[in-house]
């Protein structure tokens, strides 16, 4: 079975910390993909990895960075957490470049204090 | 750009009803449509998919037909269930861009016994 795993269900943090985001999947699939999700506005996109140490700015990527050493690992770091980046924030994956389906990890609830 | 447009919710039915969310799309090209769920406190799921026009998704009772010429993708189901209370989602893809996609802002369902 596909499986998405991300590392915290719920995290908390204080304003001004580094946060680090840990996604892993299974499926050796070549993308990978950082959302965040908030009532009323949807899934939006924050940065995308198409392979090893390659990324692309999605639509929102100001206030966060992100790294993939391996095939496998997509980490989201928000490098000085403000409290407007509280959120729940949703990991995907998908195989190759055309017409795939992305598969969800069960996403992380990130409070900013 | 592309854009995919769903009819607004919350979406309230009684068990056994008939659903219908509508979802319309705004793409340069031929995209694959998806549908997805997401259960309370999940990530989103793979619902159904269609990768051409005239094509039939269908998936634990849902289908979805893709239709070019209005360019639609509605969801439907004949009779709905109250564990079919969820979030569900439209989405294009269109590629060759990495497998990105575009998604609708979610439509609320909520089926009372």
């Known amino acids: 079975d596909v499986k998405v795993t991300q590392s915290s269900r719920y995290l908390v943090k204080r304003t001004g910390e580094k946060v680090f985001l840990e996604c892993v999947q299974d499926?050796?699939?070549?993308?990978m993909f950082w959302y965040r999700q908030d009532p009323g506005l949807g899934l939006r996109l924050i940065y995308f990895?198409?392979?090893?140490?390659?990324?692309e700015k999605g639509d929102i990527p100001e206030g966060y960075s992100v790294s993939r050493e391996k095939k496998e690992r997509f980490s989201l770091i928000l490098e000085s957490a403000s409290t407007n980046q509280t959120s729940m924030y949703l990991c995907?994956?998908?195989?190759?470049?055309?017409?795939?389906?992305?598969?969800f990890g069960p996403g992380t609830r990130l409070t900013v204090t | 750009g592309n854009s995919v447009t769903q009819m607004e919710g919350p979406v309230t039915l009684s068990e056994e009803a008939f659903l219908t969310i509508n979802c319309t799309y705004t793409?340069?090209?031929?995209?694959?449509l998806f549908w997805y769920v997401q259960y309370p406190g999940e990530g989103l799921q793979l619902l159904l998919k269609a990768t051409k026009a005239d094509d039939k998704g269908s998936n634990k009772g849902f289908e979805a037909t893709y239709r070019k010429e209005t360019t639609s993708f509605h969801l439907e189901k004949g009779s709905v269930q109250v564990s079919d209370s969820a979030v569900y989602f439209c989405?294009?893809?269109?590629?060759?861009?990495?497998?990105?996609?575009?998604f609708g802002d979610g439509t609320t369902l909520t089926v009372k016994p």
């Open positions: 793409a340069t090209g031929y995209p694959s």
């Open positions: 989405a294009l893809t269109l590629g060759p861009n990495a497998g990105k996609s575009t």
């Open positions: 499926m050796d699939h070549e993308n």
């Open positions: 990895s198409y392979d090893v140490k390659m990324k």
């Open positions: 995907a994956s998908s195989f190759g470049k055309f017409y795939y389906e992305q598969y």
